[in-house]
């Protein structure tokens, strides 16, 4: 079992910037691919970002290439993303992911454990 808790959150304007923390706790939460999904009201939960357990590998969707960066410290069993050149079409709920898997997926369905997710508004 892994706990899952972001912070971060909050309002931004339009090319500001934030940084998005996911906490982890529980059985050996270092070795899990993290990935970080959003939601919008009236859509489904999107993938952003996610990173393999060791940091090896990246991978991120086109909408947020060159402008978001995840990366980890498993010494410190935290994930971050990292959003610069904020637009108002990246507002939503984020949530961090974990998964046993070995690759980044990015089919929210087969992530194990989430967190509560964190509330990001990009105003215009």
């Known amino acids: 079992q892994v706990h899952l808790v972001e912070s971060g959150g909050g309002l931004a304007q339009a090319g500001g910037s934030l940084r998005l923390s996911c906490a982890a706790s529980?059985?050996?939460?270092?070795?899990?691919?993290m990935g970080w999904f959003r939601q919008a009201p009236g859509k489904e939960r999107e993938f952003v970002a996610g990173i393999s357990w060791n940091g090896g590998s990246t991978y991120y969707a086109d909408f947020v290439k060159g402008r978001f960066s995840i990366s980890r410290d498993n010494a410190k069993n935290t994930v971050y993303l990292q959003m610069n050149s904020l637009k108002p079409e990246d507002t939503a709920v984020y949530y961090c992911g974990a998964d046993g898997a070995l690759a980044v997926l990015t089919n929210p369905k087969l992530y194990e454990f989430w967190g509560q997710g964190t509330q990001v508004t990009v105003s215009s």
């Open positions: 529980g059985r050996f939460p270092s070795r899990y691919t």
